[in-house]
Structures are given as C-alpha cells and as structure tokens.
C-alpha cells in the first residue's frame, strides 16, 4: 500500500510539473498547493491573575486550492482543508467536574499543557509575481482561517506529582477563527495567526471574563 501511494503521489507530481512546463507566458494556470507550517504559539489576552504561556509550539498542513481572479494569474482567492495540532505550556487551571468546567490560578502546580487537534479551514486573498512558467517568486497571501476542534485536552500535576487529565471540556469552543498572513519568497514563508474568537465560551476566573485567544507566528511551506 505504501508503495502504491509513493508511486502515486510521483505520478500526480510529475504530470504537475509537465503540465507547467508546457505552459507559456499569458497562459491560464493555478497554484494549487500542499502547505506545512510550524510555528512558535502565546495564549494571548489571558486573565489578569494568568501570566503568559511559556514555549509553546503549533504545527498544521493540508492543501489549498487556487482560483485566478485575472488574466496575469497573478491575483487569486484560495480555500482549503488541513489538520492543525496545538500544544500549549500555559498558567491557567482548568477542571472538568459533573459536566462543568471550572477555572483558577495555582502556583504549586508542577506542570499545565493544553493540546488540541482541529481541522483547519483556510480562506485566503492572494498577490504573487508568479507567471505561467515562473515557479520561484515573491507572495503575500492573508485571509481568515477556522478551526473545528476534534479533540481537546488539560493536563496538570499537582505539588504531589498527582496527575489530572480533562479531556473535551464543556466550556470549550470548538468553533473558532482568526486573521492569516503569509509572505515571503519560494517556499520560505513567514506566516501569522492573530486569533479573533476566545477558546473558551462564557468562562470566568474570580468573576473576570476569561477571553483567551491564540497567537502563532511561524513559517509555512508550500508544495506543488
């Protein structure tokens, strides 16, 4: 099976290639594309009693399909599909009792990660100065991006090295979205997630709302 994949996958690639390779300067063509990003993540907008995150990290990858908005090729609207997985080093304890998901802060708490697995749906407004037969060039590509939570989970230890594990809280928001922005040159890419939606709904610390959001910036890859 996964020599029959490999062989695919190189016959799908080298028909790509062919295909613009055969292309000339005006022709109609799209940057469909496989993309991989990993990048460095903050919880942002935490609770006044909730320091930052310490190192926390995010990686993602999937593909994206590209529609031409004008002759050049140059200008384009892009959506796609992708899997996204975060792993959060952060400060704030979350418990999960009869269905209820209750906050607080504790300093004696050994270690505190917050993961999750999404599915990723990318929107995107492109600029690139790609032509037909042009594979190496310079884009700015920004959009919104939603993720659809499949699975999440708060882990701590106490001071007694007791571990507690709540998996797919109640007052987690499993729908969730945030502006993008990708820029640079070839395959080497900044990229942004400034998060516009809380990962929690209707949560509170100490009577304070509790509007967590998530930052990333990284680099993003694109194949084909």
Request: aromatic share 20%; net charge neutral.
């Amino acid at each position: 099976m996964k020599k029959i994949s490999f062989f695919t996958l190189l016959v799908v690639s080298f028909s790509f290639y062919a295909q613009k390779d055969s292309l000339n300067l005006g022709d109609s063509y799209a940057d469909d594309q496989i993309y991989v990003s990993i990048s460095y993540s903050q919880l942002n907008d935490q609770p006044s009693l909730i320091s930052k995150s310490s190192f926390s990290y995010s990686l993602s990858g999937g593909f994206i399909k590209d529609f031409i908005l004008n002759k050049q090729g140059n200008i384009s609207f892009a959506a796609g599909i992708g899997y996204g997985y975060d792993f959060f080093n952060h400060k704030l304890k979350v418990e999960e009792q009869n269905g209820t998901t209750t906050f607080s802060s504790d300093n004696t708490i050994n270690s505190n990660f917050y993961k999750s697995h999404n599915i990723e749906f990318p929107i995107e407004f492109r600029w690139r100065t790609s032509t037909a037969n042009e594979y190496s060039f310079w884009r700015v590509y920004t959009g919104v991006k939603f993720l659809y939570n499949i699975s999440n989970s708060f882990q701590f230890e106490d001071s007694n090295s007791n571990k507690f594990i709540y998996k797919n809280v109640s007052a987690y928001d499993n729908l969730q979205y945030g502006l993008t922005l990708s820029a640079g040159y070839d395959e080497f890419n900044i990229n942004i997630f400034y998060g516009l939606s809380s990962i929690f709904k209707d949560a509170q610390i100490n009577n304070e709302n509790i509007n967590t959001k998530i930052l990333k910036f990284g680099l993003i890859f694109y194949f084909l």
